[in-house]
Nanobody, 125 residues
Framework: VQLQASGGGLVQPGGSLRLSCTYSRFTSDLTSVGWFRQAPGKERSRVSC????????YYEDSVKGRFTISRDSAKKTVYLQMNSLTAEDTGVYYC???????????????????WGQGTLVTVSS
């Protein structure tokens, strides 16, 4: 496993969580890191990505204004701050790298090369 995702858990609707994706096994900083999620019975879908090469970040429409992606290169960690969570945000969240990421678009899951193991986010009262 090249990346380690953590920070998931059970949260009430309207609550917040911060996910972390650590890529300490990589010797250099990563250009693009993306977050995906997979709800039960659904395909893995895009959430957000960060690209240090062009300074761009991307957010899926459903999370715009609620989620924020950030990076601490010194710690080799990318964060996903998730606020105003709803039941529709429930799923396993994965981080991945070496895939397309621009402000306008983010590549689908099969376009990302390296993956973490996923962390479960459950939004429920």
């Amino acid at each position: 496993v090249q990346l380690q995702a953590s920070g998931g858990g059970l949260v009430q609707p309207g609550g917040s969580l911060r996910l972390s994706c650590t890529y300490s096994r990589f010797t250099s900083d990563l250009t693009s890191v993306g977050w995906f999620r997979q709800a039960p019975g659904k395909e893995r879908s895009r959430v957000s990505c960060d690209n240090t090469k062009n300074g761009r970040t991307y957010y899926e429409d459903s999370v715009k204004g609620r989620f924020t992606i950030s990076r601490d290169s010194a710690k080799k960690t990318v964060y996903l701050q998730m606020n105003s969570l709803t039941a529709e945000d429930t799923g396993v969240y994965y981080c991945a790298t070496e895939g397309p990421c621009t402000t306008a678009s983010m590549g689908p899951h099969y376009s990302y090369r390296y993956w973490g193991q996923g962390t479960l986010v459950t939004v429920s009262s």
